[in-house]
């Protein structure tokens, strides 16, 4: 493989991506009238990289960090991991299993205590 191309498919590279859009993300939020959306995504992106979580790679998708085993998991590399973190009105997270969305294992203000759920509920993929 190309070293340069390689060098972007990297995990990190992934995580330095979602830590920039993720403060361009808050910033548009702070003091916004026009989104729902708070602005608490940078601290949960620092939280989940620099948590075991960090070794995989991180993506949004409607309000929500999610991870997957490969960068490109909608085609085929890669699988999505069964937990989600999501942003809720009023400055909050939600950790719920991506294939129930409803199956709600945590509701917190704190970062760092969603992420520890996450890290809980996916005890199987970090022990591999």
Known sequence: MDPERESRDSVEAEWDFQASAATQWDERSRGSATTWVPPIMGALVDAARNSTLG??????????????????????????????????????????????????????????????????????????
């Open 55 to 128: 070794r995989f790679y991180p993506f949004t998708s409607h309000a929500r960090l999610c991870f997957s085993t490969g960068r490109r998991h909608w085609l085929g590399e890669g699988n999505v991991l069964p937990v989600c973190i999501a942003l809720l009105p009023g400055g909050s997270y939600s950790v719920a299993q991506k294939h129930d969305p409803t199956e709600i294992l945590l509701e917190s203000t704190s970062a760092e205590e969603s992420v520890a759920t996450a890290i809980t509920a996916l005890q199987e993929y970090l022990q591999a």
